[in-house]
């Protein structure tokens, strides 16, 4: 898939490589003005090079991927792909911090999941997320709640039945975001993106302490 993008438009192409050795590839300019180069420092300045080295390249346009899986961003064989429709640099840095964390999921996966506490909290948060939404009425199987791997009925249950915006009101106090509660790895990839996109992480290690045990312990060792 790589290949097939760098080989379209060729007259066009804008590539450049960053501090750290990542090869960025714009197939489409970015909306509202931003500068992918700008981006990109304040990313390699706000994440450790360590976390970075599994990322390859980035590739950033209009993907048919993304509609197809209705997504706006993912990482596969040590590429990250975005797409170019972003609101604000906050969200393109958002999305891109949040697949990095995907990329780490390989050769961190044992410090994150090996001790099955963070499936742990997951699953309690889900059963108790279930607990607030029965009592409201949005009623679904169990095993959806018990089940730690994404689930596009799941997924389709909370954002198109229950809605994202009566979830922010249902999951107070339990997950920092709707998105969090879709699958055990999106619970990591949003708390890590939290953790380097708040300077206070308080909200975070109230909500999800082991999540940002996990995290804190990736940052500070070496």
């Not at 379209?8 to 050795?21: A, D, L, P, Q």
């Not at 064989?77 to 911090?97: A, F, H, P, R, V």
């Not at 108790?128 to 997924?155: A, H, P, V």
Request: some cysteine; glycine content about 4%.
């Amino acid at each position: 898939m790589m290949l097939n993008y760098l080989q379209e438009n060729n007259n066009k192409v804008n590539n450049f490589y960053t501090s750290t050795g990542i090869h960025v590839y714009i197939k489409d300019p970015l909306t509202n003005g931003l500068d992918m180069e700008e981006i990109i420092d304040v990313v390699e300045n706000r994440i450790p090079k360590k976390f970075l080295t599994e990322v390859e390249m980035i590739i950033v346009g209009d993907l048919e991927e993304f509609e197809d899986r209705r997504i706006n961003a993912m990482y596969k064989d040590g590429c990250l792909y975005i797409t170019n429709e972003q609101d604000d640099s906050k969200d393109l840095i958002d999305d891109i911090i949040h697949e990095i964390s995907h990329s780490l999921e390989e050769p961190y996966g044992l410090e994150i999941y090996g001790d099955k506490k963070l499936s742990s909290e997951f699953i309690n948060k889900r059963v108790e997320l279930r607990n607030i939404l029965w009592e409201y009425g949005y009623k679904t199987q169990l095993k959806f709640f018990t089940d730690t791997e994404y689930n596009l009925e799941f997924d389709d249950f909370l954002l198109n039945k229950v809605g994202y915006d009566k979830l922010y009101i249902f999951m107070q106090g339990l997950f920092i975001s709707p998105y969090a509660a879709t699958s055990l790895r999106e619970y990591f990839a949003t708390g890590f993106t939290d953790f380097f996109m708040e300077p206070d992480h308080r909200l975070l290690k109230s909500v999800s302490p082991v999540l940002y045990n996990k995290i804190q312990k990736l940052y500070k060792n070496d």
